[in-house]
């Protein structure tokens, strides 16, 4: 992306115009139709939340930490993600809080509390973040902030129960901040990156309308996670998994 880091966890950055046809402020083909029309309406009950992120291709245990690094845009990237300890309540559901802190070239650019939550059946749900990008230490926009059931703003799936290939979803959905949509790419992939060779690695393809050029891909081995993520088209940018604990 040409300004904004990759990110691992979450769903990817918005950042270009153009929205997906049916949902947003205008038109455009879909690259990925997650095939609600637009018309879309997730209902959340929070009895059907479980208390732990156990799914096998997204782990999400407190304490766990994993270290990325990578390229983008000719520039070295260091991403730092951490699940802390600490829980939020977005629309009634307790969700985990992720810590993802990106460096680009040293120094500190962003550093991101992302929501997530798994309902009974084994979806890993993303109810969103709090967002802040920084210059020479200092804040200078929260601009991707949102929280699903404010202002319009719904969760999104990020981690299907059983993903099959073929299969798309919205990820998020805030109107003209946050639209990402992913499809299913691969099921049993392999992946050689710093932190070693994974077998039955899940692809999963990630597209924004409101950056309708570019497409990414996360790699994500069983009992580990995302562990490969790259650009591959409408721009340069790749990080891979050096380190787990």
């Known amino acids: 992306m040409a300004t904004k880091a990759l990110k691992v966890w979450a769903a990817a950055a918005a950042l270009g115009a153009g929205v997906l046809a049916g949902c947003g402020s205008g038109g455009g083909e879909a690259m990925i139709d997650p095939g609600d029309g637009g018309e879309y309406g997730p209902v959340i009950e929070p009895s059907a939340f479980v208390a732990d992120i156990d799914h096998p291709y997204l782990p999400l245990t407190p304490g766990s930490r994993w270290v990325y690094e990578g390229v983008e845009d000719g520039g070295s990237e260091r991403v730092e993600v951490v ?100 499809e299913v790419a691969e099921v049993m992939a392999s992946a050689s990156v710093p932190a070693g060779d994974f077998s039955e690695v899940l692809v999963i393809r990630e597209w924004n309308p409101l950056e309708p050029d570019v497409v990414e891909e996360k790699h994500h081995a069983p009992g580990v996670g995302v562990v490969l993520e790259f650009i591959v088209e409408g721009g340069e940018g790749r990080i891979e998994l050096i380190e787990q604990s």
């Open 83 to 182: 699940v802390t300890g600490e829980r939020r309540e977005v629309m009634g559901v307790s969700t985990v809080v992720v810590q993802d802190r990106v460096f680009e070239d040293g120094e500190l650019v962003e550093d991101t509390a992302d929501w997530f939550a798994q309902d009974a059946e084994g979806n890993v749900w993303y109810f969103g973040e709090d967002s802040k990008e920084l210059e020479d230490g200092e804040v200078v926009s929260t601009e991707g902030s949102w929280e699903a059931g404010v202002d319009g703003a719904l969760p999104g799936i990020v981690m299907l129960a059983n993903p099959a290939v073929g299969e798309a979803y919205r990820q998020e959905y805030s109107a003209g901040e946050a639209e990402d949509v992913a």
